[in-house]
């Protein structure tokens, strides 16, 4: 169970504010306990209310859950949707992932949508959003398929390496550090980007 402080508000506050409290709470909830982990009550509590309060809301874990999910994808694709076509498409697309995936909590959303594919609503937003990224690149680059798909992989070995704390860790195998650099970039503090063929580089 995860011991979270929820800020306290008056006994005026409105519908839409209590329901940004409890999507607050479940963000951090679900970031931290994955889709099947986490149970409508967990939520609750941590933002001060009662478990049919929750579900009064939001109808099921699942719509819970695809609430935050759908904002995660929005972000993601909004984000990709603002670079501008052209050569350097690439690199900023790679620059603005890297600093999307910096809120841990967003970036294990994602990767906890990703392990819950099996459920027919998630699954369907899960494979909508790498189709659109996977799209955008080529709109935004002009690159190739197999371009395009090596960005999408770059993302995800950033994913792993970040949910499993490799950064911060790097220290400590040789060969993760090297993984990590050649990944990231050997100069992670300075602001690491991603190319488009998936090299790196910092600004």
Do not use: W
């Not at 900023?92 to 906890?112: K, N, P, Q, T, W």
């Amino acid at each position: 169970m995860i011991e979270r402080d929820v800020r306290r508000v008056g006994k005026r506050m409105t519908g839409e504010a209590r329901r940004e409290q409890i999507l607050a709470a479940a963000r951090a909830v679900f970031a931290e306990g994955g889709y099947e982990g986490t149970t409508t009550d967990q939520v609750a509590r941590a933002a001060g209310v009662s478990q049919p309060y929750v579900i009064r809301l939001f109808g099921s874990k699942q719509q819970l859950f695809l609430e935050l999910y759908q904002h995660v994808s929005t972000r993601i694709l909004e984000t990709f949707s603002a670079v501008p076509a052209g050569p350097d498409a690439g690199r900023m697309m790679g620059e603005s992932y890297i600093g999307l995936v910096a809120d841990h909590d967003l970036l294990r959303l994602l990767m906890h949508g990703f392990i819950a594919g099996s459920d027919p609503q998630i699954g369907s937003l899960a494979r909508h959003t790498l189709a659109e990224v996977f799209r955008l690149f080529r709109d935004r680059t002009g690159g190739s398929e197999q371009e395009a798909r090596d960005f999408l992989a770059q993302g995800m070995l950033i994913n792993v390496l970040i949910a499993t704390g490799a950064l911060e860790h790097s220290a400590d195998e040789l060969a993760l550090a090297a993984l990590c650099d050649c990944t990231i970039g050997p100069h992670r503090a300075g602001g690491p980007t991603v190319s488009p063929g998936g090299d790196p580089s910092v600004t």
